[in-house]
């Protein structure tokens, strides 16, 4: 029978068990810690308390207090801590002072061993003391019946041998005091706080450790688990609840020979999944307290480090082109927008074609910020303008001392930090013959070797090339690899050179000077918009039509960048002056005089016959034409009409096309 004084609270809760004489002092003294605890008196002990405890589920006690045996059989066998009723000295001296008046002889009785220190006592007082001392129910009756059969007037003890002293017909004295009581159940207070704060403690780390993306398990010094979060029981096929306090080895033993040994790291296979398992201490202090295992997922560590590396550097490698910065509005161009769009959308490697100065970076970084990849780093790098030996450390990078000179701790080449991004590699037909097989690797294995490394380092880009050559011709004198072609020409684009779309001539130079006119502060507010810039070159259009432009937009820019720093630098008068000659539209027109002054190439370029650079640069568009077609040819195993939809040409243009490039 349990007897509950005080309604529950939040309070700790403390259990008073007794089934003698100890039990009329808890309730004596239960008043006094009203305000502190919540406390029951369980009219219980031994096999009885032990069922009434367990029994209790979410209202178990947070600890017991008992006396002698009964604390002693509890302390074993109940998962709560028990706090035992400890009579003081001057309890002892006390008991026996009374014991001595009600009888001569006078026995003692204790639970376990008699304290030296009492012995002692009675020795130097010279007290005729008789010592008993019991285990057990059954030994406290055998004790009690003995001194009875041996004279002993009065019994002085816990409450179960005073009961059966009484009951043989023996005086009895209790043991214990009230100030004993007191200081057990402030005891009681003190471990009762103790063990919420710890329960709490674990509680948070025990959330801490099931929000943990990793498994991980604290073992004690034998290889027992601690504890152990969902994560890892999940990956292991155990049930984390029931882990505790059993061996992890027989729990797993599929782990067995593959834990680290020391403090360290070692790779692990668990149902078909590979791990980095990861050996630390419990504690600092020493080592015999306990290990921590982490294991972290193979795949997992893959995928952060490529998302870091991705990161990396991402903001000194980004695409500022964007489709609409392409000028022109002639069919060619509308065509190259086009392929961007459509190429957009896929991964595959594509081949940029087109004369120096078209613009084939633009178009690559406007396919960039159109793909799926435009989060990411776009990594652009000359082929021709490197040194072989440069070029190779700059794309594949290095390990610490590769090379004299190699930067210490080593450095990752422009392969892996376009690593979820796009790796634009210009002039592509000058990169060396023994850099294109490494490079044909990287494309077909997606996974790059530093040099002095023999580490493969994954990545996960996509290839976009460009060449002002004629790869087809490299591929047949040799210096181009056959099969790198292959790999790069995939999909491709053409750019058609300046001289071929002359209608865009004058909006491409009116927004090149709108653009050299922001720069400028002496021109920004007298070219302020493309309007403006129009009206400005308009007298040149014939002469920009005529010239042939083997320098194409490049060379177009050049120009333009000339005529700007003549208009910022002539005499203009007065700021009001200036703005009535803008509205009135006179002030800033470029005259053919000014334009012999400034590129008297172009003025001039109507009084003279076509060189044969010219043709040779038609030609050279009609050998670009051409690779692309074979190209595509190729990838579509000669299907015509698949090859047709691929490039949006006609099968009679095809054919005029291929026609003309044999010639």
Same mark, same amino acid.
């Given at each position: 029978m349990s007897t509950p004084l005080f309604e529950p609270s939040p309070r700790p809760r403390i259990w008073a068990l007794s089934i003698s004489r100890l039990r009329d002092l808890f309730f004596d003294i239960a008043g006094e810690y009203v305000e502190r605890a919540d406390l029951r008196i369980v009219?219980?002990?031994? #096999?009885?308390?032990?069922?009434?405890? #367990?029994?209790?589920?979410?209202?178990? @006690?947070?600890?017991?207090?008992?006396?002698?045996?009964?604390?002693?059989?509890?302390?074993?066998?109940?998962?709560?801590?028990?706090?035992?009723?400890?009579?003081? !000295?001057?309890?002892? *001296? &006390?008991?026996?002072?009374?014991?001595?008046? =009600?009888?001569?002889?006078?026995?003692?009785?204790?639970?376990?061993?008699? @304290? %030296?220190?009492?012995? /002692?006592?009675?020795?130097?007082?010279?007290?005729?003391?008789?010592?008993?001392?019991?285990?057990?129910?059954?030994?406290?009756?055998?004790?009690?019946?003995?001194?009875?059969?041996?004279?002993?007037?009065?019994?002085? !003890?816990?409450?179960?041998?005073? %009961?059966?002293?009484?009951?043989?017909? *023996?005086?009895?004295?209790?043991?214990?005091?009230?100030?004993?009581?007191?200081?057990?159940? =402030?005891?009681?207070? #003190?471990?009762?706080?103790?063990?919420?704060?710890?329960?709490?403690?674990?509680?948070?780390?025990?959330?801490?450790?099931?929000?943990?993306?990793?498994?991980?398990?604290?073992?004690?010094?034998?290889?027992?688990?601690?504890? *152990?979060?969902?994560?890892?029981?999940?990956?292991?096929?155990? =049930?984390?609840?029931?882990?505790?306090?059993?061996?992890?080895?027989?729990?797993?033993? =599929?782990?067995? !020979?593959?834990?680290?040994?020391?403090?360290?790291?070692?790779?692990?296979?668990?149902?078909?999944?590979?791990?980095?398992? &990861?050996?630390?201490?419990?504690?600092?202090?020493?080592?015999?307290?306990?290990?921590?295992?982490?294991?972290?997922?193979? /795949?997992?560590?893959?995928?952060?480090?490529?998302?870091?590396?991705?990161?990396?550097?991402?903001?000194?490698?980004?695409?500022?082109?964007?489709?609409?910065?392409?000028?022109?509005?002639?069919?060619?161009?509308?065509?190259?927008?086009?392929?961007?769009?459509?190429?957009?959308?896929?991964?595959?490697?594509?081949?940029?074609?087109?004369?120096?100065?078209?613009?084939?970076? *633009?178009?690559?970084?406007?396919? &960039?910020?159109?793909?799926?990849?435009? %989060?990411?780093?776009?990594?652009?790098?000359?082929?021709?303008?490197? @040194?072989?030996?440069?070029?190779?450390? #700059?794309?594949?990078?290095?390990?610490?001392?590769?090379?004299?000179?190699?930067?210490?701790?080593?450095?990752?080449?422009?392969?892996?930090?376009?690593?979820?991004?796009?790796?634009?590699?210009?002039?592509?037909?000058?990169?060396?013959?023994?850099l294109q097989s490494r490079l044909l690797r990287v494309l077909q294995e997606r996974e790059v070797v530093r040099l002095g490394s023999t580490e493969p380092t994954r990545v996960d880009i996509r290839v976009v090339a460009a060449t002002h050559r004629a790869l087809t011709e490299g591929v047949e004198t040799g210096s181009f690899r056959a099969d790198l072609y292959y790999r790069l020409n995939i999909l491709s684009i053409a750019l058609p050179a300046l001289r071929e779309r002359p209608n865009d001539l004058l909006p491409l130079a009116a927004e090149l000077l709108r653009q050299a006119a922001a720069r400028e502060p002496r021109l920004a507010a007298r070219v302020p918009d493309v309007v403006t810039a129009e009206h400005v070159l308009a007298g040149l259009g014939g002469s920009l039509r005529r010239y042939a432009w083997p320098g194409n937009v490049r060379e177009l820019q050049n120009v333009i960048e000339r005529i700007a720093v003549e208009l910022a630098d002539a005499d203009m008068g007065s700021e009001t002056d200036a703005s009535a000659g803008a509205q009135a539209g006179s002030a800033f027109v470029v005259t053919r005089e000014m334009l012999h002054t400034i590129a008297p190439e172009i003025a001039d370029a109507h009084a003279r016959p076509a060189k044969p650079a010219a043709l040779t640069l038609r030609e050279r568009s009609r050998h670009v034409e051409a690779d692309q077609i074979r190209a595509a040819l190729a990838a579509h195993d000669g299907d015509r009409d698949a090859v047709c939809d691929a490039l949006g040409i006609s099968k009679t243009t095809l054919w005029r096309k291929l026609n003309a490039a044999a010639r």
């Open positions: 009219s219980h002990g031994f #096999e009885d308390a032990v069922r009434e405890i #367990e029994s209790a589920g979410a209202g178990r @006690p947070d600890v017991v207090i008992a006396g002698g045996s009964n604390g002693a059989y509890l302390k074993t066998r109940v998962s709560v801590p028990v706090v035992r009723i400890n009579p003081t !000295g001057f309890d002892v *001296m &006390h008991a026996l002072a009374r014991a001595r008046r =009600d009888g001569a002889r006078v026995a003692l009785v204790t639970h376990g061993e008699t @304290p %030296d220190e009492i012995r /002692r006592f009675t020795a130097a007082y010279a007290l005729d003391i008789t010592f008993a001392s019991y285990q057990s129910v059954q030994d406290a009756e055998s004790v009690v019946l003995d001194l009875s059969d041996r004279g002993v007037d009065v019994v002085v !003890g816990p409450g179960l041998v005073t %009961d059966l002293a009484a009951n043989a017909g *023996m005086g009895a004295v209790f043991l214990y005091s009230r100030a004993s009581v007191r200081a057990g159940f =402030d005891t009681a207070l #003190e471990v009762a706080q103790a063990t919420r704060r710890e329960t709490v403690r674990r509680q948070r780390l025990d959330n801490l450790l099931q929000h943990l993306r990793d498994g991980v398990v604290a073992l004690d010094a034998q290889g027992r688990v601690e504890v *152990m979060n969902q994560r890892l029981a999940g990956v292991l096929g155990i =049930d984390a609840t029931k882990a505790a306090g059993r061996v992890l080895l027989e729990l797993a033993p =599929d782990l067995a !020979g593959s834990l680290p040994d020391a403090d360290g790291d070692s790779f692990c296979t668990v149902r078909g999944a590979s791990y980095v398992v &990861h050996r630390g201490p419990l504690a600092s202090t020493s080592a015999a307290a306990g290990t921590v295992l982490t294991f972290q997922e193979s /795949r997992a560590l893959e995928r952060l480090d490529r998302t870091l590396r991705a990161r990396q550097r991402v903001q000194q490698f980004t695409a500022r082109y964007r489709l609409d910065d392409i000028v022109g509005a002639s069919e060619s161009i509308e065509r190259v927008r086009s392929l961007v769009r459509r190429y957009a959308r896929s991964d595959a490697t594509v081949l940029i074609l087109g004369e120096s100065g078209t613009g084939k970076e *633009m178009v690559a970084q406007s396919m &960039h910020q159109l793909s799926a990849r435009r %989060d990411f780093a776009f990594v652009a790098i000359n082929c021709g303008a490197f @040194p072989e030996a440069l070029l190779e450390s #700059e794309l594949f990078g290095y390990e610490e001392g590769a090379f004299t000179g190699a930067r210490k701790g080593g450095k990752a080449g422009l392969i892996e930090v376009a690593h979820r991004g796009t790796l634009f590699l210009d002039e592509i037909g000058e990169m060396p013959l023994s």
